[in-house]
């Protein structure tokens, strides 16, 4: 393969396009090098041989917090809580994971200076990893207020006879 390039006349000498020549059947053809690329000049997609295309949420700044609630009673309800975002930012939820001893009800919800929103998402499950398809999906803005800002989990134990122990795992950006 050699390298080589397409000139496309848009101006008085045209712009060239990178590419490579090669045989295909029993043409000579010519393939376009390409990369991903963002709207800044900087934001090009890094691509190798050995890993293919490299892509990510574009995450600035990964967060884990992990909360747990031991010997949840049966048929008793808890509040998992990530940690508080960090003052003039925005949490941006990517996953998160859920585990529990017993079946669980888990709702999932955004606490912004202390006020709780309704259930955004409910699950019925033992375990859940979830990972949201873009982590503008869910967000919730730094408040100067008092009260606490951040993800709510609240979790409860399905199981009428046993104690639960349960965990939940969030993995947050924040921009």
């Known amino acids: 393969m050699a390298?080589?390039?397409i000139q496309v006349p848009t101006d008085a000498g045209g712009k060239k396009v990178d590419a490579t020549?090669?045989?295909?059947?029993?043409?000579?053809?010519?393939?376009?090098?390409?990369?991903p690329a963002g709207e800044a000049a900087?934001?090009?997609?890094?691509?190798?041989?050995?890993?293919?295309?490299?892509?990510?949420?574009?995450?600035?700044s990964a967060n884990r917090t992990h909360a747990t609630s031991a010997s949840l009673a049966a048929g008793g309800e808890a509040d998992l809580d990530a940690a508080q975002?960090?003052?003039?930012?925005?949490?941006?939820l990517i996953q998160i994971i859920i585990t529990s001893s017993?079946?669980?009800?888990?709702q999932l919800k955004t606490l912004t200076n202390g006020a709780e929103s309704g259930a955004l998402v409910t699950w019925i499950d033992r375990h859940l990893d979830c990972t949201f398809a873009h982590k503008k999906f869910?967000?919730?803005a730094h408040n100067v207020g008092a009260g606490l800002d951040t993800f709510r989990i609240t979790i409860k134990n399905l199981d009428t006879t046993s104690a639960a122990d349960v965990y939940a795992?969030?993995?947050y950006d924040e921009e």
């Not at 900087?42 to 600035?60: H, K, N, P, Y």
């Not at 975002?85 to 941006?92: A, E, F, Q, R, V």
Request: charged letters at 15%; aromatic letters at 8%.
């Open 3 to 5: 390298d080589s390039f």
């Open 42 to 60: 900087t934001d090009i997609g890094r691509v190798t041989a050995s890993e293919g295309v490299s892509a990510s949420l574009s995450v600035t």
């Open 138 to 140: 869910l967000t919730v």
């Open 85 to 92: 975002i960090t003052s003039s930012l925005t949490g941006k």
């Open 21 to 35: 020549e090669l045989t295909v059947g029993a043409n000579t053809v010519q393939r376009q090098h390409i990369r």
């Open 102 to 106: 017993v079946s669980f009800r888990a």
């Open 169 to 171: 795992t969030f993995f």
